[in-house]
T-cell receptor
Framework: ETGVTQTPRHLVMGMTNKKSLKCEQH?????MYWYKQSAKKPLELMFV???????ENNSVPSRFSPECPNSSHLFLHLHTLQPEDSALYLC?????????????FGPGTRLTVT | DQQVKQNSPSLSVQEGRISILNCDYT??????FLWYKKYPAEGPTFLIS?????DKNEDGRFTVFLNKSAKHLSLHIVPSQPGDSAVYFC????????????FGTGTQLKVEL
């Protein structure tokens, strides 16, 4: 138990659906992250939020829309996804984005786009 | 182009022996390196890290070695235990803050009885 939870753990959606992934951290951290892990590929950073403000968008398509209403919660809104978006989506948090500090990961949401 | 590479997708070691996991990187601007461990159905968990100003960091059974001239780091686990069986990810960070990590593809370690 890392103090970072993600729901749902598994999600199957069609290409025309709209769904949201939720992440919550109970560590009092100020920074939150979304990563994507596709099969046999390294974790890819998607978004970084610091104190609820987006500080990094790694050229992610607009069909992925993040939202950070407060420092404990992070959402990833999904719409009109493609089958190649099927992957494990991991949320992480850290004390801050200043310097380097360890990131704590949630268990991930396994997304399948049909 | 992958900046952090873990060329061995899997490694099998006997219990009690040393496990050595390797990682190579191409960007000489990386100044901090981390190892994460991942069990199935769980997210990666932080294991150990090393700053580029050091060449070794030790924490219990885990030691990370950094060879900057070769752009190579390794994680040594000794003695290896069955509970160490997991996927190990190497990650690197650029200086200047932002806390952005570049990950390798991972090495599956299996510790056999």
């Amino acid at each position: 138990e890392t103090g970072v939870t993600q729901t749902p753990r598994h999600l199957v959606m069609g290409m025309t659906n709209k769904k949201s992934l939720k992440c919550e951290q109970h560590l009092g951290h100020n920074a939150m992250y979304w990563y994507k892990q596709s099969a046999k590929k390294p974790l890819e950073l998607m978004f970084v939020y610091s104190l609820e403000e987006r500080v990094e968008n790694n050229s992610v398509p607009s069909r992925f829309s993040p939202e950070c209403p407060n420092s404990s919660h992070l959402f990833l809104h999904l719409h009109t996804l493609q089958p190649e978006d099927s992957a494990l989506y991991l949320c992480a948090s850290s004390q801050s984005t200043g310097g380097v500090n360890e990131q704590y990961f949630g268990p991930g949401t396994r997304l399948t786009v049909t | 182009d992958q900046q952090v590479k873990q060329n061995s997708p899997s490694l099998s070691v006997q219990e009690g022996r040393i496990s050595i996991l390797n990682c190579d990187y191409t960007n000489s601007m990386f100044d901090y390196f981390l190892w994460y461990k991942k069990y199935p159905a769980e997210g990666p968990t932080f294991l150990i890290s090393i700053s580029s100003i050091k060449d070794k960091n030790e924490d219990g059974r885990f030691t990370v070695f950094l060879n900057k001239s070769a752009k190579h780091l390794s994680l040594h686990i000794v003695p290896s235990q069955p509970g160490d069986s997991a996927v190990y990810f190497c990650a690197a960070s650029l200086g200047g803050g932002g806390n952005k990590l570049t990950f390798g593809t991972g090495t599956q370690l299996k510790v056999e009885l």
